[in-house]
């Protein structure tokens, strides 16, 4: 009974290994050397090894954005998650709280309440001069502009003399009752858009260093090549502002703590910008050219001294 399941076992890896190499051929074009066996290689699909990192180099540009978006909509979901719990729920409670009448027209805001329409610990909204409270992103409608404070910075926006607005509750809680699951996916498509474009901005920048890298230890290496490692470097790295973005929904980790994880997140992309370019495959070797097996010998004739001549 044991030598059957050893025998059965054998023979399940033999056929694993044909269809793993099966896979490698079809799936993409990297190069497979004749020695190397089939376990060795393996396909595009993860960016968390120098050698996986290094794969992307010469995979399809689709395959690199496909892999990409998905990591880039991982991003999308926790932005989305902070606008559905975190932010959306004050916006409802400071759109019930507006006045029955307001808004706000030739650059100022005519409305004569004062008063904190919805906060929490991630956001709160104020109207006029009343204390916004300690909340990571605070919105406060002043007189002749709206002001957005935060831990970073405080900017103020005037606004538009042209700009008519209402600013009551009779108009806007059935607008935001419409258009607040559509808001959550909006956020959702902006955030991994915007992900998206900032890592092929980046991967420009990142592109020098596996260039430099690779042309020094012999690789085969480009510019466009080194673009797609560089777009793969920036993943695993994403995981990291991903998972940090997620607890920070959950109010277990401070503004600040996030602002640190965001710096630290750099840190993987830089360790596989180093790594995976020796990963590379070795530029080949040009050797002397091949002779035409087809193409005769060319007979090399020998004269025959005379040996009736004088020396």
């Given at each position: ?7 059965k ?10 269809c ?83 808004g706000?027209?030739g ?109 020094l ?30 607890i ?20 993987p ?20 050219p ?22």
């Amino acid at each position: 009974m044991i030598a059957l399941v050893r025998e059965k076992t054998a023979l399940l890896l033999v056929r694993m290994e044909d269809c793993t190499l099966v896979l490698i051929r079809c799936g993409h074009n990297w190069p497979v050397p004749k020695d190397e066996p089939a376990w060795i290689a393996r396909p595009v699909f993860q960016p968390f090894t120098f050698g996986g990192v290094a794969r992307f180099a010469s995979a399809r540009i689709g395959r690199v954005f496909l892999v990409g978006l998905f990591f880039a909509a991982l991003f999308g979901a926790a932005i989305g998650r902070i606008a559905a719990k975190c932010w959306s729920p004050v916006i409802t409670e400071a759109v019930v709280a507006l006045p029955p009448v307001g808004g706000i027209s030739g650059g100022e805001l005519h409305s004569a309440e004062v008063k904190l329409l919805g906060a929490n610990s991630f956001l709160a909204i104020s109207m006029g001069d009343a204390p916004p409270g300690n909340a990571d992103l605070a919105v406060e409608f002043r007189k002749t502009e709206i002001e957005l404070a935060s831990l970073y910075s405080d900017i103020s926006v005037p606004y538009p003399p042209a700009w008519r607005a209402p600013l009551n509750s009779a108009a806007l809680v059935p607008f935001w009752g419409a258009w607040q699951t559509p808001c959550v996916f909006y956020a959702i498509c902006f955030g991994t858009a915007i992900l998206m474009l900032n890592w092929c901005l980046l991967a420009l920048l990142y592109g020098v260093v596996p260039l430099f890298l690779g042309a020094l230890a012999g690789r085969e290496v480009n510019f466009w090549r080194a673009w797609k490692l560089s777009m793969a470097a920036q993943w695993p790295g994403s995981l990291i502002m991903t998972l940090s973005l997620a607890i920070y929904s959950t109010g277990e980790m401070s503004l600040l703590f996030l602002a640190v994880m965001l710096a630290a997140h750099f840190v993987p992309t830089l360790i596989y910008l180093l790594g995976s370019p020796f990963c590379l495959p070795k530029l080949k070797k040009e050797g002397p050219p091949k002779k035409n097996p087809f193409q005769p010998a060319k007979r090399v004739s020998r004269k025959a001294g005379n040996p009736f001549s004088s020396s």
